[in-house]
């Protein structure tokens, strides 16, 4: 059983978290929401789901977790300005465990500087700023470029939730080494392994 981290502020985009959590447990995974800190309540931006952290960053490490899971709506622009938030998500990356953003968190992936040279999808109105953080930004429903995970809406949750499964049972994704690689070059979907 891996340990999951869901990284979690105020107004976060209801289905974004609760799809792929139930997902995780669904599979026999252990989910942590994590927040800036513990016993917090957290609303979803809908209405539909009222959390609590169960951890404040500042009490966790990159290395109690096998995965990262970063919901979209506002949630990811209120925790880019906390450097310990963004300081857990780079250490993520430089672990190499999967970190799967979805819809605008791909706005930590760029406050974390860890998007220069991969290929990622979002909500389209941050892809100019993954763009100048210098990603390949395609139209895709999910994006698995070496351990990031990316996904554009609630529409492309299951095949979000499903990529983060395959990585936590298969390992990381191959990387998509340069924006010529066929698998970047494509718009359709990639191969599911």
């Known amino acids: 059983m891996a340990r999951i981290a869901f990284i979690v502020a105020n107004d976060f985009e209801d289905s ?3 799809v792929p959590y139930d997902a995780v447990r669904k599979a026999g995974h252990e989910a942590v929401i994590i927040g800036v800190e513990a016993g917090k309540e957290l609303k979803g931006k809908k209405g539909k789901e009222t959390l609590k952290a169960e951890k404040a960053v ?7 977790f096998d995965a990262l899971v970063i919901p979209g709506g506002y949630s990811p622009d209120h ?6 938030i963004v300081g857990f998500v780079r250490d993520f990356y430089r672990a190499d465990k999967p970190i799967a953003a979805v819809c605008h968190a791909g706005s930590l992936l760029v406050e974390a500087d860890i998007v220069d040279g991969r290929t990622v999808t979002s909500w389209p109105s941050i892809k100019t700023d993954l763009l100048n953080a210098g990603a390949r930004w395609v139209d895709r429903e999910v994006v ?3 351990n990031i995970i990316t996904s554009r809406n609630p529409g ?7 990529a983060l499964l395959h990585q936590m049972a298969k390992g990381i994704a191959p990387r998509l ?3 010529l690689a066929p698998e970047a ?3 359709q979907p990639p191969t599911v392994h």
């Open 58 to 64: 500042k009490e966790v490490s990159a290395k109690d």
């Open 185 to 187: 070059a494509s718009d």
């Open 177 to 179: 080494e340069s924006p």
């Open 79 to 84: 925790l880019r300005t906390d450097i310990g």
């Open 16 to 18: 974004e978290f609760r």
């Open 156 to 162: 492309d949750l299951p095949a979000f939730s499903e």
């Open 144 to 146: 698995e470029d070496g």
